[in-house]
């Protein structure tokens, strides 16, 4: 995969495009992007779907491959969209419905691909993954296979420019809590943690000053770059309870997928922080965060995720979200529904545990003390 990073680097999308002899273009574009793509004054033969809604189910991919005839799909947008990007280029030419590729290795992918965030977040336009709602599923299906890869992934900070405050804080969170769980998953590796310690020096600081002001071009691009790290490293390592508990308490509020995962990760991270005394303080450290012994700090690391929400004015407890204690039997549940997630995590994730992790992320309880 070849990867551009650059300010503006969007504008030159049509070298890349040659570079892969794309034939004819259908652009999936996030709605807001769709004039930004109408003013590049493109010499090449292409279309614009912009009709992607936020976390899609699997059918859209069908409808775009129904309606337009392409040997390249280009993913202008936020996660969802590149995800939906990446399926269609896997599945056109196809004759099966892009729902019955669930469960199965996926067919090698025949259409050129080309991907550009316009978050910095969820490093989609990285990963071998794309993450769908699906008919009849009680959590997200996660589609994990090389041929969704990119020919090429366009990181270009600028496109971040127009993000909203809300959207810069969600998606912020989604790249945060991506290098803390790979750097924390039980197939973490000296090469992902390289990656993963960068992007989790850089995102506590670039994070509040972008979501402070989202004109900050230096902590603009400082997200994008931290983002496409975590992207890398979560790719080879995984995510873990995290996300799983943010997948298993999303259909009680439908919140976006990193205000979802960044609620209840303070307690995550106080429940995983003795399977790695160290890498928790670690992350507690980058947090601001210090206490008088390893242990202290690495217990530490949930109270400085959590005052990084409040700043980022995200909710930081289920209650807020309006969960009480009458859901946390179906969240326990769907937890275990996530079963790769739950494998990866560093401390073993035990039902009769997950009641008093659940409880306390609904009132909002975490462990301060010094004994
Ligand atoms: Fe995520």
Redesign the pocket.
């Known amino acids: 995969m070849r990867v551009v990073f650059g300010w503006g680097r969007l504008e030159r999308i049509e070298e890349e495009v040659e570079r892969l002899k794309g034939g004819k273009v259908v652009f999936i574009a996030d709605r807001a992007v769709r004039k930004a793509v109408e003013e590049l004054n493109l010499s090449f033969d292409y279309e614009i779907f912009s009709d992607v809604e936020p976390e899609p189910e699997i059918g859209i991919v069908d409808d775009i491959i129904e309606k337009f005839s392409f040997d390249t799909v280009v993913g202008v947008g936020g ?1 969802s969209t590149l995800d939906v990007a990446k399926l269609t280029a896997v599945a056109a030419g196809e004759k099966a419905k892009a729902v019955e590729l669930v469960g199965k290795k996926l067919p090698e992918r025949k259409c050129k691909l080309l991907l550009c965030p316009t978050t910095a ?3 989609s336009e990285v990963t071998k993954l794309a ?1 769908f709602k699906i008919p009849k599923r009680e959590v997200k299906y996660v589609f994990d296979d090389e041929s969704l890869y990119a020919d090429i992934a366009i990181i270009d900070p600028k496109l971040t420019l127009s993000c909203p405050p809300h959207v810069t804080a969600s998606s912020g969170i ?2 945060f ?2 290098a803390i769980e790979a750097y924390t998953s039980l197939f973490s590796n000296p090469i992902s943690d390289m990656f993963a310690e960068k992007a989790i020096a850089i995102i506590p600081k670039a994070l509040r000053e972008a979501y402070a002001n989202g004109e900050n071009v230096r902590a603009r691009t400082d997200m994008s770059f931290a983002s496409l790290l975590a992207g890398i490293a ?1 790719n080879s390592a995984g ?1 873990g309870l995290g ?1 799983a508990l ?1 997948y298993a308490h999303n259909h009680i509020h439908n919140s976006p ?2 205000k979802s ?1 960044g609620i209840t990760m303070p307690y995550v991270l106080q429940y995983n922080a003795i399977a790695d005394l160290e890498k928790h303080a670690r992350i507690a450290r980058a947090l601001g965060e210090s206490g008088s012994s390893l242990r202290e700090t690495a217990l530490r690391a949930g109270i400085g995720f959590a005052k990084l929400l409040k700043d980022l004015g995200m909710p930081h407890k289920l209650s807020d979200v309006g969960a009480g204690e009458d859901d946390i039997e179906k969240i326990v549940d769907r937890i275990f529904l996530s079963e790769k997630h739950v494998r990866r995590n560093p401390r073993v994730v035990r039902r009769e545990e997950m009641y008093d992790v659940v409880r306390k992320s609904i009132h909002g309880i975490l462990r301060e003390e010094e004994y």
């Open positions: 996660g977040g969820t490093g993450v989604d790249a809590c991506h979560f995510t996300h943010g997928h990193g995962v």
